[in-house]
């Protein structure tokens, strides 16, 4: 699986944890975990929601494809 998403770094950088981010997005831990270990993608939406939350950029969530 290729890592598309940076949710599970921005999290530990905020000190803070899958359960709580499922809270807030009001979605299972288990899918939550699921966008964390990239073995599922959020959709755009969700993803949008995830920033917001967490008060980040949208980019920073992704993965860059250049550098």
Same mark, same amino acid.
């Given at each position: 699986?290729?890592?598309?998403?940076?949710?599970?770094? *921005?999290?530990?950088?905020?000190?803070?944890?899958?359960?709580?981010?499922? %809270?807030?997005?009001? @979605?299972?831990?288990? &899918? *939550?975990?699921?966008?964390?270990?990239?073995?599922?993608?959020?959709?755009? %939406?969700?993803?949008? @929601?995830?920033?917001? &939350?967490?008060?980040?950029?949208?980019?920073?969530?992704?993965?860059?494809?250049? %550098?």
């Amino acid at each position: 699986m290729v890592k598309m998403n940076r949710i599970k770094e *921005v999290l530990k950088e905020q000190g803070r944890t899958q359960t709580w981010l499922a %809270e807030q997005i009001e @979605k299972s831990y288990v &899918i *939550v975990t699921n966008y964390c270990n990239n073995n599922a993608q959020p959709s755009i %939406e969700t993803l949008r @929601k995830i920033a917001n &939350i967490l008060d980040v950029d949208v980019r920073v969530l992704l993965v860059p494809t250049k %550098e």
